[in-house]
């Protein structure tokens, strides 16, 4: 029992140092921003956002504000892989705004940082950035209906556009505003009902300045109105400002993908191995092994192991003890979410028949075993 509790604890270690993802319905993972003359790029610390991860949706909206008639400006994101949303220019006022929204899902590695140039606008300009990120978000279509957009004149209080989305159990939406000003000082927003909950904003100064600000609402209507972005500092009939409105689809949960591993297999005991590949979209309550003598694992041939929690995409093991020497036996691995249980291929073993004590110590293969007197047993 001591050796089966010993290298079940190894196990067990290993499966803890596995990162786990989250669950389906849409959260929110963070936010980061700055702000430069635009003269110079403006770099976005991603790290600051814990626990950013693959699948992760980061949204990014970019403000510049000038008078220099900003109808042919292309605001780059230099960062690879993202998508540019849109681009909206509100050029009718004697201070321009320019908004620019990307996006992308993030890989295995999440990305450190995010850089939008600041090349393209003139030197008295100013550019302000703000980045969300959200978790849960369907990894192929994560908008659920293109996103809209508007700009206005004759004020620096954004008024994001009504957005009719399909109403999808759990979809959420967000606003992203900026505007062109000459304010003095750097300026925020105040958001609308439904968007004040960790709504990011960031203003900069120059000879023209500009505030850019980023909200979510987890239980919009449909038809979604969001509401006028307010900005603090006063107001002028110079000013002109840019909106967006995206609607953020919810992961489709689906059963988890689960392989069948190996065995290591002793006379009386074996280690049988799994693996959850795929979440589905919701982390696993349940994993476990259907393992028996029968082989289709049925006609009650077949036991099951259990193990309840929240499970990742992550590799896991089990003991299995009470075997006869030299019968063959069958193993499958299984997973169950939300939606479903998904199961590996059957795949089989041979319990050991060799009695001597090397034999029956090769369920430990890979560390290194010593028996001292006493009966003692050491694995490293």
Request: net charge negative; with cysteine.
């Amino acid at each position: 029992m001591k050796q089966k509790l010993l290298f079940f604890s190894i196990a067990l270690a290993a499966l803890l140092s596995v990162p786990q993802y989250a669950d389906a319905a849409i959260g929110f993972r963070g936010s980061a921003e700055n702000s430069s003359a635009p003269s110079t790029d403006t770099t976005v610390d991603l790290t600051t956002i814990s626990g950013l991860a693959q699948g992760d949706l980061v949204i990014v909206a970019a403000s510049v504000g000038d008078n220099d008639n900003l109808t042919t400006l292309e605001t780059l994101n230099n960062s690879a892989g993202y998508t540019k949303l849109n681009q909206v220019r509100s050029t009718a006022d004697v201070d321009d705004a320019h908004l620019s929204v990307w996006y992308k899902i993030m890989t295995a590695t999440p990305d450190s940082s995010v850089v939008i140039e600041g090349t393209g606008p003139g030197t008295d300009a100013a550019m302000a950035v703000v980045v969300m990120a959200f978790s849960g978000v369907d990894q192929g279509t994560p908008f659920d209906v293109a996103s809209t957009s508007v700009t206005g004149i004759n004020t620096s209080n954004p008024d994001p556009p009504s957005i009719n989305h399909n109403n999808p159990s759990g979809v959420w939406t967000v606003i992203a505003g900026g505007n062109g000003h000459i304010a003095g000082g750097l300026c925020t927003f105040t958001f609308p009902t439904g968007y004040t909950t960790n709504a990011i904003d960031r203003g900069q100064d120059d000879t023209f300045d500009t505030t850019v600000g980023m909200g979510y609402n987890s239980s919009p209507s449909d038809p979604e109105d969001p509401g006028v972005m307010t900005h603090s500092c006063a107001d002028s009939a110079d000013n002109a400002w840019a909106a967006f409105t995206m609607a953020l689809r919810p992961a489709v949960t689906v059963a988890p993908t689960v392989t069948t591993g190996s065995a290591s297999a002793g006379v009386l005991a074996a280690v049988i191995n799994g693996n959850i590949t795929v979440t589905g979209g919701a982390n696993s309550t349940v994993r476990g092994f259907a393992w028996g003598t029968s082989a289709t694992l049925v006609n009650g041939g077949a036991a099951t192991t259990t193990e309840t929690g929240s499970f990742g995409v992550a590799a896991f093991s089990k003991i299995v003890s009470g075997l006869i020497a030299g019968k063959q036996y069958f193993f499958r691995a299984y997973a169950t979410n939300s939606a479903g249980t998904g199961y590996g291929s059957i795949a089989n073993f041979t319990a050991g028949t060799d009695t001597a004590p090397s034999r029956k110590m090769r369920i430990f293969e890979g560390y290194n075993v010593r028996v001292l007197d006493g009966g003692r047993l050491i694995v490293r």
